[in-house]
């Protein structure tokens, strides 16, 4: 029984130690995602917050592209061709 529960364990130890790599890229895929879509909005919403009379609209324009650049780069990896194959 032991001996068994000692053979699981080791087989998942070395999934995780196989998934880590993945795991790894996939977080810094992640943090350069979030990089890219702060900067792009605190850009777009300084320019925007200069040329515009309505605080409120280029506020919320700002946090839409935020989102939207988000929600793509989230999204961008499900639907390339390594992840379907």
Known sequence: MIDELNEVLI???HQFVHLLP??????IVLAIGLAIANHVSQLLGSRLRKRSHD??????LTNFTRWALLLMGY?????????RG
């Open 11 to 13: 087989d998942y130890w």
């Open 22 to 27: 993945k795991l790894f890229i996939a977080l």
């Open 75 to 83: 999204c961008w990896p499900c639907t390339s061709s390594a992840c």
């Open 55 to 60: 605080a409120l609209l280029a506020n919320f």
